[in-house]
Antibody, heavy 122, light 108 residues
Framework: EVHLVQSEAEVKKPGESLKISCKGS????????IGWVRQMPGKGLEWMGI????????RYSPSFQGQVTISADKSMSTAYLQWSSLKASDTAVYYC???????????????WGQGTLVTVSS | DIQMTQSPSSLSASVGDRVTITCQAS??????LNWYQQRPGKAPKLLIY???NLETGVPSRFSGSGSGTDFTFIISSLQPEDTATYYC??????????FGPGTKLDIK
């Protein structure tokens, strides 16, 4: 059975750095795209980007390029989302998301983590 | 960039009703369109992929159709557990995804 288990909620101050994690199990982690989706309080879903853990090929939404770093450690079956300098506007729930492959390539999200709430406040 | 719009932004319907949600792309996206359900406080769930294919385990009262720029999501007979926000999502051939703004569905 597929499981994506995310790290616990975080409370940070503006300007601080942060790295949250998502550990996958029940499937072949290195050969499956995994990514992140943001949901700000009371708002909709925003797709941030994905990574292929096998070779670290990474794709970013233009809205998030340069704002965050997506990485993965295939030996640990874990994906990461990282900020170097948080802003109050980064306050949100962040979901990790396993992406499945279709006839045209990466196609949809078929499994989701439980979400990690990141609160950035002075 | 391709923009996705949904209508309505919210609706209220009764148990047993037929519910229709539409999603429009700013340019032709063929059938590269998925639908998700997000119940309050929960992670989203994939319902429909490639515009009209029902994900495994999803009840048959959910369906999708469309191609090009205009897509439709239908719940044929609304159930109480269908209270949720529904999102369409476009994916492109280089692995970039865009969600629509969502449609919030309440049960009367």
């Amino acid at each position: 059975e597929v499981h994506l288990v995310q790290s616990e909620a975080e409370v940070k101050k503006p300007g601080e750095s942060l790295k949250i994690s998502c550990k996958g199990s029940g499937y072949t982690f290195p050969s499956t795209w995994i990514g992140w989706v943001r949901q700000m309080p009371g708002k909709g879903l925003e797709w941030m980007g994905i990574i292929y853990p096998g070779d670290s090929d990474t794709r970013y939404s233009p809205s998030f390029q340069g704002q965050v770093t997506i990485s993965a450690d295939k030996s640990m079956s874990t994906a990461y989302l990282q900020w170097s300098s948080l802003k109050a506007s980064d306050t949100a729930v962040y979901y990790c998301a396993r992406h499945k492959w279709g006839v045209r390539g990466v196609q949809s999200v078929d499994f989701w983590g439980q979400g990690t709430l990141v609160t950035v406040s002075s | 960039d391709i923009q996705m719009t949904q209508s309505p932004s919210s609706l209220s319907a009764s148990v047993g009703d037929r519910v229709t949600i539409t999603c429009q792309a700013s340019q032709d996206i063929s059938n590269q369109l998925n639908w998700y359900q997000q119940r309050p406080g929960k992670a989203p769930k994939l319902l429909i992929y490639d515009a009209s294919n029902l994900e495994t385990g999803v009840p048959s009262r959910f369906s999708g159709s469309g191609s090009g720029t205009d897509f439709t999501f239908i719940i044929s007979s609304l159930q109480p557990e269908d209270t949720a926000t529904y999102y369409c999502q476009h994916y492109d051939t280089v692995g970039l995804f865009t969600f629509g703004p969502g449609t919030k569905l309440d049960i009367k």
